[in-house]
């Protein structure tokens, strides 16, 4: 039970009355006990499974309830089409710009009505960016350098990305500049968080405060193949990953990584998105199968007395 001590009020203080039951964090009182609320345990429940299974994806656009997956790879090669989660279903929505030859193993960022694709296949990868406006694809200003497996943070306007090579960039809405070196080049990379204060999350995890890197805590199971993530730099959901895939979620809370319940179905090279409490999970691959499935993570509210 939490205890208030060495607290001298004056006047009066106005609680609500019930409990907001949207974050943790708030305070009430009841008519008896002034309360607070928590976050309990976390748990992945089934969503509604995507229109084509798909693995690649240019990760991490959206939350749970306004989901984009775009393009990807799918037996017998790589796909340009996009589709839209409204929390329950998803639907089809824009097509990619880009040809089907490089249309997967790049980075996202941003949201479902403004999302930004960035890098991409072929081998030597690509500086082709695009930017979703909740119904089409358009082209954006194009990457300094040509990459793909890197990972990416921000939003549409405001967006930071990371390449293998160890270097990093950063958008503006127009066009790219360079960013600082990255203390470790990480393949198959994934991310989340603002262009200043951005969370690498791979075999090594870093942290960027908008002018340099610095290596953070590693992961309990070190593991890189494109993980599902969701949240923020200091409050961070990571999930599936390594080959030849795996169910291992992991919470960050900015200084350390916890084990929290496992996803339904193993995977890797999916994608996520949303809060750190409320993420969401979808496709990817368990070889040799592609995954249609989405998966859904929650974490309950539990109220205390102070």
């Known amino acids: 039970m939490a205890q ?144 793909r497996l890197g990972g990416g943070a921000g939003t549409q306007n405001s967006s930071l990305y990371w390449t293998p090579a160890g270097c990093s960039e950063t958008y503006n809405g127009t066009s790219w500049s360079a960013g600082s070196a990255q203390n470790y080049g990480d393949i198959f990379s994934t991310g989340v968080g603002t262009q200043n204060a951005g969370l690498k999350i791979a075999c090594n995890i870093e942290e960027y405060n908008g002018t340099s890197w610095s290596t953070a805590n590693s992961l309990i199971t070190p593991r890189r193949e494109f993980l599902g993530a969701a949240g923020e730099q200091i409050s961070a959901l990571a999930y599936g990953g390594c080959s030849p895939g795996s169910t291992c979620t992991e919470k960050y809370n900015g200084t350390s990584w916890s084990s929290q319940t496992g996803l339904i179905t193993a995977r890797l090279s999916g994608t996520g998105g949303g809060t750190s409490s409320n993420a969401i999970g979808v496709g990817g691959n368990t070889s040799p199968s592609y995954q249609s499935c989405t998966e859904e993570y929650n974490q309950s509210l539990t109220a205390c007395t102070l």
């Not at 089907?100 to 690509?126: E, K, V, Y």
């Not at 930017?131 to 089409?136: K, M, R």
Request: hydrophobic fraction near 30%; charge should be negative.
């Open 4 to 147: 208030i001590s060495s607290t001298i009020l004056s006047g009066s203080i106005l609680l609500p009355t019930t409990e907001n039951t949207s974050s943790a964090g708030n305070i009430w009182f009841d008519g008896t006990n002034v309360k607070y609320s928590t976050l309990g345990a976390g748990t992945w429940s089934a969503g509604g499974a995507l229109i084509t299974g798909r693995s690649y994806m240019f990760h991490n656009i959206g939350t749970q309830t306004a989901t984009l997956s775009a393009g990807g790879q799918n037996a017998p090669g790589q796909i340009t089409n996009t589709e839209e989660y409204n929390g329950s279903s998803w639907s089809a929505g824009g097509a990619m710009s880009r040809s089907s030859t490089n249309a997967s193993q790049g980075a996202g960022a941003g949201t479902q009505n403004a999302g930004i694709a960035m890098g991409g296949f072929p081998t030597n990868g690509n500086t082709c960016t695009e930017e979703y406006n909740g119904s089409s694809w358009s082209t954006g200003g194009s990457l300094i350098t040509s990459y």
